[in-house]
Nanobody
Framework: QVQLVESGGGLVQAGGSLRLSCAVS????????MGWFRQAPGKEREFVAA????????YYADSVKGRFTISRDNAKNTVYLQMNSLKPEDTAVYYC??????????????????WGQGTQVTVSS
């Protein structure tokens, strides 16, 4: 059984930074594409970023390009999301996900088999 546990969420002022972490256990983490999604109240879950097993390929939603950076440490079975220049519209529950995908398929939440429980990020104006 694969388990994903997010941490690092919290309350931050607009313009501030947070780093989310997702610890993965249970199976071979290094073979998965890993992604971050978010869901704000009353909205659908949306793609934020994804990273290949080698970390050579990364994808970002247009809304976070240049502000967020996804990375992974396969030795620690952990994926990170560094979030800078945060805006109130970034407020959401952030979810870590793992699975096998390629190209634009990695933008779809249906491509991921494993999900964490989510961590709340709140950005105040």
């Amino acid at each position: 059984q694969v388990q994903l546990v997010e941490s690092g969420g919290g309350l931050v002022q607009a313009g501030g930074s947070l780093r989310l972490s997702c610890a993965v256990s249970g199976r071979t983490f290094s073979s998965y594409f890993m992604g971050w999604f978010r869901q704000a109240p009353g909205k659908e879950r949306e793609f934020v970023a994804a990273i290949s097993w080698s970390a050579y390929i990364t994808y970002y939603a247009d809304s976070v390009k240049g502000r967020f950076t996804i990375s992974r440490d396969n030795a620690k079975n952990t994926v990170y999301l560094q979030m800078n220049s945060l805006k109130p519209e970034d407020t959401a529950v952030y979810y870590c996900a793992g699975g096998y995908c390629s190209g634009y398929g990695c933008y779809r939440f249906g491509a991921y088999d494993y999900w964490g429980q989510g961590t709340q990020v709140t950005v105040s104006s």
